[in-house]
């Protein structure tokens, strides 16, 4: 079985600092990681995503995130956040070519 | 590429109605997803389908939850009859299938109020 721990519920962070999201894994297989991202009021949509090779993933609106096999870790970061990056943002974890498991999500929230 | 559609956006019924929600995935995508977004309990699987068959409704919460999936582009999530712990935003999401990794794409969401 495989499940996902997003271990702060909210982050606030002030403008143009820095951000680092985290997300625990666990699994007993193989595994693909990614990030979704909220906006209020809309669907999630991918930030982006680890299949394979480079440990470190880059994703869309400057986020990076690096998988740590030993640490069974995908943290999400962003070396400068701005207001437009207020959100939800969710960590998922698949096996295969189908389902994926969400975590329980991380609100962050960036201070002018 | 229109992405997958949902209606209605909104929805505010009475309790013991009947809500049926609307899902159009992808065009060309195997997988349809529906998904239960609340407060309580964060975002839940609720079924999902494979080249239209139900592979996994385990998710589902009751029996008064039903989902059909009559051909390739459009799913339906029946609630009847409804209740007010059934308000949340339901999503409704496609995947094309891959040989790994492959990512899943998520409409707009169903706002459910049910008073």
């Known amino acids: 079985a495989q499940s996902v721990t997003q271990l702060d519920s909210q982050v606030p962070v002030f403008e143009e600092a820095p951000v680092e999201l985290r997300c625990n894994y666990s699994?007993?297989?193989?595994?693909?990681l990614f990030w979704y991202v909220q906006y209020p009021n809309q669907g999630l949509q991918l930030l982006l995503k680890?299949?394979?090779?480079?440990?470190l993933v880059k994703g869309i609106n400057g986020f990076e995130a690096e998988f740590n096999k030993s640490q069974t870790s995908f943290h999400l970061r962003k070396p400068s956040v701005h207001i437009s990056d207020t959100a939800e943002y969710f960590c998922?974890?698949?096996?295969?070519?189908?389902?994926?498991?969400f975590g329980t999500g991380t609100r962050l929230t960036v201070i002018p | 590429d229109a992405g997958v559609i949902q209606s209605p956006r909104h929805e505010v019924t009475e309790m013991g109605q009947e809500v049926t929600l609307r899902c159009k995935p992808i065009?060309?995508?195997?997988?349809l997803f529906w998904y239960r977004q609340t407060m309580m309990r964060g975002l839940e699987l609720l079924i999902y389908?494979?080249?239209?068959?139900?592979?996994?409704d385990s998710g589902m919460p009751e029996d008064r939850f039903s989902a059909k999936m009559p051909n390739a582009s459009f799913s339906t999530l029946k609630i009847q009859p409804s209740e007010p712990r059934d308000s949340a935003v339901y999503f409704c999401?496609?995947?094309?299938?891959?040989?790994?990794?492959?990512?899943?794409?998520f409409g707009e969401g169903s706002w459910l109020t049910v008073v």
């Open positions: 680890y299949l394979s090779g480079s440990t």
């Open positions: 999401a496609s995947s094309l299938a891959g040989t790994r990794g492959n990512t899943i794409y």
């Open positions: 998922a974890v698949g096996t295969g070519a189908n389902n994926l498991f």
């Open positions: 389908f494979n080249n239209n068959v139900p592979i996994d």
């Open positions: 065009s060309g995508h195997d997988y």
């Open positions: 699994s007993s297989v193989s595994v693909y």
